[in-house]
């Protein structure tokens, strides 16, 4: 079983309140090692009211936030039965258990806030192994050789024809092998 990204149902406007209670019974419950990060999509967006520009945070998907999870029947019982959530999304009810969102679907979200589908502080370190999921080298693997945060990417070295060869991926195109 490895982690993947869920979209949860939420009572709209209760967002915020969710992912803390969520956080917080994952932590009580200990199953921090099956709930990993919850997140509110949110993007920034400029407003100009009398004359005064503000950026303010607007909500992606009101009533929805993404976690990521191992499925398991504990962690799926602990995520629906937290206060304010009403169900999972891509799951046909009856016991059924949800669809993962696709690794292009979660990317193109947390794009957006500034994130990463990888938890970067976790999981990637130089040395680490990765496979790479798209562009040119889709399909090989490779080791970290260094991290460019700011900029998103990562230097792999990857074997090209028998020789080491060091490339430049961004961060949405490798996962930790």
Do not use: C
Request: charged residues 30%.
């Amino acid at each position: 079983m490895e982690k993947q990204w869920y979209v949860v149902n939420t009572y709209s406007g209760h967002e915020n309140k969710v992912k803390e209670k969520l956080e917080m019974r994952a932590e009580s419950m200990d199953m921090e090692d099956y709930i990993f990060r919850v997140i509110v999509p949110e993007e920034k967006v400029v407003e100009v009211k009398d004359g005064v520009t503000k950026e303010k945070s607007k909500k992606m998907f009101p009533g929805y936030i993404l976690v990521e999870m191992i499925m398991t029947d504990d962690a799926w019982y602990v995520v629906r039965n937290t206060p304010g959530v009403t169900g999972f999304i891509g799951s046909s009810g009856k016991g059924a258990k949800p669809t993962p969102l696709q690794p292009y679907e979660v990317d193109k979200i947390l794009n957006n806030m500034g994130m990463s589908r990888i938890d970067v502080d976790n999981d990637l370190k130089t040395g680490t192994n990765v496979k790479i999921i798209s562009g040119p080298f889709n399909g090989m693997f490779g080791k970290i050789e260094s991290l460019d945060l700011p900029n998103q990417k990562v230097n792999l070295l990857v074997d090209l024809f028998g020789q080491e060869t060091s490339v430049e991926v961004e961060l949405n195109q490798i996962e930790k092998a």
